[in-house]
């Protein structure tokens, strides 16, 4: 995630210093394969066996400091999950996320901690037995009966330690202990050497999310726990390891190589049946002393797999088998779609280009930046990222680009992405700061990437791995090499470790070293005419309008701060009175000089209110107003520029930040803004050439043709100037169209616009900022009524009325409105649908705090 949206102003000094990469990169594209666990054999085969183990934990603090009324205390504690959560469900904390409560718990953080559990085992006839943990967060020692297993120091890996020789029959007696995060984390610090980073605590001494220990928009909660899942596997003769399929397309032809492996407790022969659905099988034995195979499949008339707005999103089970004397002992299912997927990084004319390519069709990315989506992960649930999937579907998004200073993502994640055509920017977890490349995290950090491009591979919808976040432009510009002293940075990972094992592992997709890049490390890492940028001068010091001063290629962060809607804000923050710098507000507002930088963004547009509420809905639309600038010039700039990632969609928890929805699920007018400015046809004015020329972008599988009627208004409807142009925009296409002088001039700046409409789409044009025009109070009439599944809301503007907008959380915080932040000209309606199950008066929602505009915010303050 863009950290230069929230970094010390020292990372904006006028003239940086750019210091020159000199290691060349070769930009491989990467398969990925998937770990799997289970299969036996013998000379009468036995099928693995998985058994997980239980729910319920006995959890207790060990070290730290502990508070009087938790030590020595045995509390239950859910697995998967974390300290925190347990300690939320104990009753024994307060929630960090209401009021400054936060900071009443950082001591769990500088606390170990130990889980204990029992299960029973009776001897089962296999060979082997192994307990895995799929995700232990992140110093621990696992012991069984009393033996050492092993212990971790990974969040992101997978582990498995055998047991045969701890495990007895019986009551078995299992403990895994956690030493404190922020302890272990100053230690390896020390251990390693400083690497310059971002904020408090030095996360890039070890592998846990960078996030936990807090950031711009995230509390420092830095937990431990077994947060993923945790069982008992038992096999014999083989077991399925990792499968990999390689999918790619060959004209009509779908084609996968499925790569596999086995991990052997003898020499026997085995036999790999690889299924497609509706397809055809192929088989393959690996003989006696092996244990690897590629199995192919040819497909003919597979039907593809296309990201959202090009195609249906096609999927097939791949069944794996492994199989001994006929009989099958395992067998692992992947769900895979047929395409093919290029980022293409190539030099032209005007630099370097960064595009999408799917199936052969250029698709121009209309993404956001996706971060974890509760500040403690094992929270999230299917149904929760299916939500906030639908909120991405309902901004027309086609990409999330999941940030290197989270985790990589759960199944589900992956899996609702597959069947919604969403395609997947995945960032290897570095973001921020710089990494030591000796032991012994160059280990760790080859087997975390080893397992999660062998799992996440396999979907359809992943498009890219990313080696980092910002850490190549922050040694080029922040100030990095002085204070490195020649230490190692990171760069072995992003330019040789990292592509290397995409390379071995996911051949079939495309790898870039670093967000922003280039594509040569001989040149900027954010420079605009080359590879993809993050543009956090806008926001941190410079206004939004030069936004249409930048001419990037591809723009993978920007953004613009703005409040959590009012019910999160009532519900997380109980101050009396609430001022935007009351306590609980000011701490929920991370970045730095966050409020200062709010205020300087909004003065120049709309007026500051003294007013709380007012306050809230002036920052809520600067936000929305700032990001449209931004998007509406990108895709006019389209194909020069082939996209946009919003800094970002969501929130981990109730803050002022740059997300679209809030901590607890809520819709901000930024996500409608989203929703209008990455519709499929787009006309946007914008100025060119010393004058305004409309751009209809039309980013559909079909031509749009018709009449443009540009006018020239005056506020209250009179036509100064009117002119009609016939259009015929192909299909993936843009259209300028320069506006004649009369319309693109105004007479009174302060009380005229312009209109563009083809075909009922509609393109606007203010020749005065809303605080500098004439704009008055909203003349309209509003009326309610009730219907089937909440309640209509139909509103008549007699002017001029902007930025109309339905607050409803504040009647019902559960209140989801299908539009907002429309603009109506004199004698138009709009009807608006509310989906509430609250059951009051429909009066509630045209009352004057829930019905907003920006004519409000001008006229009470003229």
Request: aromatic share 10%; glycine share 6%; with cysteine.
């Amino acid at each position: 995630m863009g950290s230069h949206r929230r970094r010390h102003h020292s990372r904006h000094r006028p003239h940086p210093r750019r210091l020159p990469l000199l290691a060349a990169i070769h930009l491989q594209r990467t398969h990925v394969w998937s770990y799997q666990m289970t299969d036996l054999a013998t000379a009468r085969p036995l099928a693995a066996h998985a058994t997980s183990l239980p729910d319920i934990w006995q959890l207790r603090a060990l070290e730290g400091p502990i508070p009087a009324d938790i030590a020595g205390r045995t509390i239950p504690a859910t697995v998967p999950g974390l300290v925190h959560v347990a300690l939320l469900e104990a009753g024994l904390i307060l929630d960090p996320y209401l009021d400054r409560n936060e900071t009443t718990v950082t001591w769990i953080g500088q606390s170990s901690w130990e889980y204990a559990t029992t299960f029973e085992w009776a001897p089962d006839g296999q060979d082997r037995h192994e307990l895995v943990f799929d995700g232990l967060d992140t110093f621990a020692e696992v012991n069984l009966n009393g033996r050492t297993l092993g212990r971790t120091r990974n969040q992101h890996r997978t582990y498995r330690f055998a047991i045969d020789e701890a495990l007895r029959e019986g009551r078995n007696d299992l403990v895994v202990t956690f030493s404190s995060p922020v302890a272990e984390a100053d230690r390896a610090s020390l251990e390693i050497g400083y690497r310059p980073h971002t904020y408090f605590h030095p996360f890039n001494a070890i592998r846990k999310a960078a996030c936990n220990f807090g950031w711009d928009w995230g509390l420092d909660a830095a937990s431990s726990g077994i947060w993923k899942a945790a069982r008992l596997e038992s096999w014999s003769g083989a077991r399925l390891g990792a499968t990999r399929p390689v999918v790619t397309v060959d004209g009509v032809e779908g084609v996968v190589a499925v790569h596999v492996d086995i991990e052997r407790a003898d020499d026997a022969d085995y036999e790999v049946e690889v299924t497609l659905e509706n397809g055809p099988t192929a088989r393959v034995v690996i003989a006696a002393g092996e244990s690897t195979a590629v199995v192919e499949l040819r497909a003919t008339d597979v039907e593809l797999w296309w990201p959202r707005g090009f195609g249906e999103q096609h999927l097939y089970n791949l069944t794996v088998a492994l199989q001994r004397d006929g009989a099958t002992l395992s067998e692992r299912t992947h769900r895979i779609g047929f395409r093919t997927v290029d980022v293409q990084l190539e030099r032209d004319e005007e630099g370097t280009s960064f595009r999408f390519v799917v199936n052969g069709e250029p698709v121009w990315i209309r993404g956001a930046n996706w971060i974890p989506d509760d500040a403690f992960v094992t929270r999230v649930t299917r149904d929760r990222l299916a939500h906030r999937l639908d909120q991405a579907e309902f901004a027309n998004m086609n990409l999330l680009r999941i940030w290197g200073g989270g985790y990589y993502e759960s199944d589900d994640f992956y899996d609702l992405c597959d069947e919604r055509g969403i395609l997947v920017w995945q960032d290897f977890l570095f973001a921020c700061a710089s990494y030591a490349e000796e032991e012994p995290l160059w280990s760790e950090v080859e087997a975390e990437a080893r397992d999660n491009i062998t799992r996440i591979m396999p979907h359809a919808s992943l498009a890219l791995w990313n080696g980092n976040n910002e850490n190549i432009w922050g040694y080029e510009e922040w100030g990095w090499a002085k204070r490195l002293q020649g230490r190692t940075w990171g760069l072995g990972y992003y330019l040789d470790l990292l592509p290397r094992l995409v390379s071995e592992l996911d051949p079939a997709r495309s790898y870039t070293p670093a967000s922003p890049w280039s594509g040569d490390p001989n040149i900027f890492a954010n420079d605009a005419d080359h590879g993809s940028v993050h543009l956090w001068e806008l926001w941190n010091r410079v206004d939004y309008p030069a936004y249409r001063d930048i001419h990037a290629r591809f723009v993978a962060e920007f953004g613009w701060q703005g409040p959590a809607t009012w019910s999160t804000i009532n519900r997380a923050i109980s101050d009396s009175p609430l001022t935007p710098e009351s306590p609980g507000m000011f701490h929920h507002q991370k970045a730095t000089d966050g409020n200062d930088k709010l205020t300087d963004g909004l003065v120049a547009h709309l007026p500051l209110p003294d007013d709380t509420e007012d306050w809230h809905w002036a920052m809520s639309l600067n936000q929305a107003l700032a990001v449209t600038v931004a998007i509406e010039h990108m895709r006019s700039e389209s194909p020069r520029c082939m996209g946009s990632v919003v800094w970002q969609l969501n929130d981990c928890w109730p803050v002022t930040s740059w997300a679209a929805v809030d901590g607890y699920g809520r819709a901000k007018p930024l996500l409608y803004a989203l929703k209008h400015v990455y519709t499929d046809r787009l006309l946007t004015i914008q100025p060119r050439d010393g004058g305004l020329a409309a751009i209809a972008v039309n980013d559909s599988p079909a031509p749009w043709t018709g009449t443009a009627t540009a006018r020239r208004l005056s506020f209250d409807g009179t036509v100064q100037a009117k002119a009609e142009f016939p259009v015929d925009i192909e299909a993936r296409g843009t259209h300028t169209l320069s506006l004649p002088v009369e319309i693109a001039t105004a007479e009174d700046v302060a009380g005229e616009f312009v209109v563009v409409d083809i075909s009922g789409v509609r393109g606007l044009w203010f020749f005065a900022e809303h605080r500098d025009s004439t704009l008055t109070a909203a003349d309209l009439t509003a009326t309610a009524r009730s219907v089937e599944d909440g309640f209509e809301v139909r509103i008549t503007a007699r002017n001029l009325v902007r930025d109309l907008a339905l607050l409803v959380d504040k009647v019902d915080p559960d209140a989801v409105v299908d539009d907002m932040l429309v603009t109506l000209l004199p004698g138009e309606t709009a009807t608006f649908h509310v989906r509430t199950a609250w059951s009051g008066e429909p009066e509630r929602f045209i009352a004057r705090d829930v019905l907003r505009t920006s004519n409000q915010l001008v006229a009470d303050w003229t």
